[in-house]
């Protein structure tokens, strides 16, 4: 009789756990739209050095959309503002792109990102004075940021916008 109990305790037991492993399985995750934009961009980046401009301008596409979204919901991030400026920017808006950008320095003045693409954005429309600005922002961080735009400033790195 124990024999059945503990069969019979088993077999629930195993039922029980491969339902819930299942139902959670298919439940799904709950990832952001500047996460999804993000992963875009990421795309969009690794197309745009293999040539495929097409397919890299449409992750930018669909990441601007995800990134507006995010914005409508969470305005005032420096980071989302910074995507912002960086798809727009890729996409040949240069005054959008310019307005995110300082939109995003007004929140955080000190924003790698947003001044070493704001920085880009200068060197792509003849700022060069401007772009050596966001330069001098960037020249304590000890990081990549600086070295790329200025790569990018004294013409050894070409950018595309």
Excluded: Q, W
């Excluded at 992963?39 to 930018?60: Q, T």
């Excluded at 727009?88 to 300082?102: I, V």
């Excluded at 001044?115 to 003849?126: I, K, P, R, S």
């Excluded at 600005?133 to 961080?141: F, G, N, Q, S, T």
């Amino acid at each position: 009789m124990k024999k059945i109990f503990f069969i019979l305790f088993i077999i629930f037991s195993l039922a029980n756990s491969s339902y819930a492993a299942g139902s959670s399985s298919n439940t799904k995750t709950n990832t952001s739209n500047y996460d999804k934009a993000v992963k875009l961009i990421k795309f969009a980046k690794k197309y745009e050095k293999k040539g495929k401009v097409d397919k890299a301008n449409k992750r930018y596409e669909k990441a601007l959309e995800l990134l507006l979204k995010s914005n409508k919901k969470k305005p005032n991030n420096a980071d989302i503002l910074n995507y912002l400026g960086f798809t727009t920017r890729k996409l040949g808006d240069f005054k959008k792109g310019e307005k995110y950008y300082l939109e995003g320095l007004a929140i955080e003045p000190g924003h790698i990102g947003i001044n070493e693409y704001l920085g880009e954005l200068y060197v792509a429309t003849n700022r060069v004075g401007l772009a050596k600005e966001r330069l001098a922002i960037l020249k304590d961080c000890n990081c990549e940021e600086y070295k790329e735009l200025k790569e990018i400033i004294d013409g050894t790195k070409k950018s595309k916008y």
